[in-house]
Structure formats: structure tokens, C-alpha cells
């Protein structure tokens, strides 16, 4: 049983209009005023879809995130990390700047600051 939780800590959540590609979960891009979009294959991220519906979007822009990893796993520290294309991310030479605080190498996921 897993005694630390990082979940809800200094999260900030924003409502930007939605392209037609953006589902929840996956982390995006903003795309053009106050839009955002799904990233592709190593482009940097904004942050992770809350939620879409109607032409909008909530996004996590700030805070202790969960995210799903491809590839490599990262390394635990200050990392920079980049969108995958499948919705998750990677890391990358260039892209977002956060620090990942744990790694789940059995899920392929980890928890990020931004």
C-alpha cells in the first residue's frame, strides 16, 4: 500500500477551447488563443486535458501530475520531457522543463511537477 500521495498539491486548472484532437488524460499544446491541441511526436507540453466537452477543455498547467511514459525510463530529478504522440510523454533534449518525483517502471507512468 502506497503511504504518499502527491495527488492535488499546488494544481492549476484552466479552461482554453479544445481542438478536435484533445481527450482527457493526454497532454497538450496551446495551439492559439487561449486553445489548446494534442502535441505530436516531441513537441513540449503545456500540460495534461482534465476533461473535454463542448469545445473545451481543462487543463492542469500546474502542479504534481500523473502521466503515462514512453521509451526510456526517466530519470528521477530535474528532467525535460516531451510529448510522445500517443498522449503521454518522453524524455527529450528539449521540450518541457518539471521535475519527476517518482517513476513506475511495472505501469509506465510517473508524477511530475510543473
Known sequence: MNKVSFGGIGEIA??????EDVVPGQVVKIS???TVDACGDGE?????????????AGVQVKGFLSLPYSGEAPAVGAAVLAADGKGG???A???????VIHVDEAESLLVALL
Open 89 to 91: 510523454v518522453k524524455t
Open 44 to 56: 513540449a507540453f503545456c500540460g495534461a486535458a482534465l476533461s473535454c466537452e463542448c469545445g473545451f
Open 14 to 19: 484552466a479552461t482554453f477551447f479544445a481542438g
Open 93 to 99: 533534449q528539449s521540450g518541457t522543463a518539471c521535475t
Open 32 to 34: 492559439g488563443n487561449s
